[in-house]
């Protein structure tokens, strides 16, 4: 299984970005797609999670800026990025926890995005 992240770039402070992330390979089905970030010197952290059903979950410091969706016929995950801070700079890593066999749950994580919020 693989999962291959795209997007990330250099964007002004209060622009917009947008990360895609295709997962492929044998599985089942996805049940939860995700981004997360991390920092050089910090724990990677959530920033976002999206279930299979449509249930969302947003980091507090995102809320009302980003925009997490998926496409199940694509096994794409998306994370709309708007009014981006230079404190959103980090690199992103997409996650998908995926039913690889029955009742066989197995995570995986993307190569990470790099995002960097600067004027």
């Known amino acids: 299984v693989l999962l291959q992240a795209s997007g990330g770039g250099l964007v002004q402070p209060g622009g917009s970005l947008r990360l895609s992330c295709v997962v492929s390979g044998s599985i089942l089905s996805i049940a939860v797609m995700g981004w997360y970030r991390q920092v050089p010197g910090k724990q990677r952290e959530l920033v976002a999670t999206?279930?299979?059903?449509?249930?969302?979950n947003y980091a507090d410091s995102v809320k009302g800026r980003f925009t997490i969706s998926r496409d199940n016929a694509k096994n794409t995950v998306y994370l709309q990025m708007n009014s981006l801070e230079p404190e959103d700079t980090a690199v992103y890593y997409c996650n998908a926890r995926v039913l690889a066999s029955v009742s066989d749950y197995r995570t995986y994580w993307g190569q990470g995005t790099l995002v960097t919020v600067s004027s």
């Open positions: 999206v279930a299979s059903g449509g249930n969302t």
